[in-house]
């Protein structure tokens, strides 16, 4: 996600290794070490829980620069909703759900240059120059049952954006150059190589040499954050799929631990990690902390207890933090903290939210063909027209029901094409 690819991620984890040969740090752009992605795939459960199927989106500005922003994301939030409850569709008339949405602050300012130690396509130890760009975006967020008004769900959900790409000119060489690599000192055989470049949110330059990126248009980290945000606020409301891509620290002894990342050993990488000698200086030591960090988060994303998902991120943000603290030159730490804290956050509701929110706040729809409760001859007729199981569950959970559960009828749904997983949901309703 969190950079972070967001896309719609578990229990299951997917784990994408990539890697490129190890190359002098003046040919990468980089810290001159192995290039190692892990995309994590995690689903996060919805925290609020929906009276109907039907939903209506708003979103407005208290900043006139935010209009434009505001209609997109309107339609990006419906069409993300949409399409991660298929049960659910838009009805602006007649609603049952009202997602009020309102851009409370937008700031992208102009690029800062600042300025990093490197070394030079000489191998020569210079000042290389970055274009700092940032943005900030903040949206007060509502969810509502429209026809009680009774508040389902409410969040001010905070985006930011940070990323440092090489500046065009100033560097003394066509690429640029490359970050200072620790293991490059005199003495330092034992240090982990540290980070390679990062392929998104950055622009590749064709221009500017292999490893080089050009900074974001303000309107493309409007985009980005504006996604964000969206993504945010679905996932409170449904459940959600979301690819995270991170890098992982590599070289030296860390070697070992992230073939245990590909191999997708995430708690024998933490404890071979947490047990490992920490590198001499904190510098150093922080690539150890952040690649713990990593795996304390893929086991978050595995846990199918919210509570011990919580436990787990809360251990990743703490490495996650010590590694920023140990090391404050490195800009790819700083991008974990803020994706693990908006998951934290989601969990930490779903553990207190008291008994009574998870059931539906408003009285269930009737059944619209009968006027009635649910029977189980309704059920036969939505599973003869093929609907999916999950919209006949979603429809279940929502309704008024009087099934009969008797152990001849609950044959006679089988036999009708009934699936079973469709039959445990009237056996629980009942």
């Known amino acids: 996600m969190r950079n972070l690819v967001r896309t719609g991620c578990s229990p299951a984890v997917l784990v994408l290794i990539s890697g490129l040969a190890v190359l002098p740090a003046q040919a ?6 192995i290039k190692t992605t892990v995309t994590l795939e995690r689903r996060l459960p919805a925290v609020a829980s929906l009276p109907g199927t039907k939903i209506a989106v708003k979103v407005t500005s208290e900043d006139a620069g935010g209009a434009g922003l505001g209609r997109e994301m ?70 509502k049952d429209a026809r009680s008004g009774q508040t389902i769900d409410s969040f001010n959900i905070a985006e930011t954006y940070q990323h440092e790409t090489e500046s065009p000119a100033g560097n003394g060489s066509k690429g640029g150059g490359s970050i200072l690599d620790p293991s490059q000192i005199p ?35 409007q985009q980005l954050l504006m996604q964000r945000a969206v993504k945010d606020i679905a996932s409170r409301l449904v459940d959600t ?13 860390l070697r070992d631990d992230d073939r245990l990342a590909q191999q997708r050993l995430w708690s024998r990488m933490a404890e071979s990690l ?55 030159d490195e800009k790819y730490f700083l991008e974990p903290q803020t994706r693990i804290e908006t998951a934290a956050a989601h969990y930490n509701v779903i553990e207190n939210r008291p008994p009574a929110t998870v059931a539906s706040v408003a009285p269930p729809p009737a059944s619209p063909s009968t006027g009635a409760a649910l029977s189980n001859d309704d059920i036969i007729k939505l599973a003869k027209a093929s609907l999916p199981d999950s919209i006949i569950i979603k429809k279940i959970k929502n309704s008024t029901c009087a099934f009969d559960t008797s152990a001849d009828s609950l044959v006679k749904l ?16 009942q």
Do not use: W
Not at 91 to 100: Q, R
Not at 301 to 328: C, S, W
Not at 421 to 426: G, N, R, S
């Open 187 to 221: 003495g330092s055989s034992r240090l982990p190589g540290g980070l390679g470049s990062l392929k998104f949110p950055g622009k590749k330059d064709s221009s500017a040499g292999s490893g080089s990126d050009v900074a974001l248009s303000p309107t493309q980290v």
């Open 274 to 328: 947490e047990t490992m000698t920490p590198f001499s200086s904190p510098e150093q030591d922080a690539y150890r902390l952040y690649d713990l960090g990593v795996a304390y988060e893929a086991m978050a994303y595995e846990a199918k207890d919210p509570k011990a998902a919580k436990n787990f991120l809360e251990q990743a943000a703490i490495n996650y933090g010590k590694a920023v603290d140990d090391n404050k």
């Open 28 to 33: 990468q752009g980089g810290f001159g070490a």
């Open 74 to 143: 309107r339609d990006t939030l419906e069409t993300e909703l949409l399409q991660d409850d298929h049960a659910l569709s838009s009805d602006s008339a007649h609603p049952e759900v009202s997602v009020d949405c309102t851009i409370t602050n937008l700031s992208t300012p102009p690029p800062q240059t600042v300025t990093h130690k490197g070394i030079s396509n000489k191998g020569k130890l210079v000042d290389q120059k970055y274009q700092d760009v940032s943005g900030n975006l903040t949206v007060a967020y509502q969810a």
């Open 241 to 253: 799929d979301e690819k995270v891509e991170v890098l992982l620290a590599t070289g030296g002894e």
């Open 414 to 429: 089988k036999q009708a094409g009934v699936s079973a997983a469709v039959i445990a949901a009237m056996v629980d309703k």
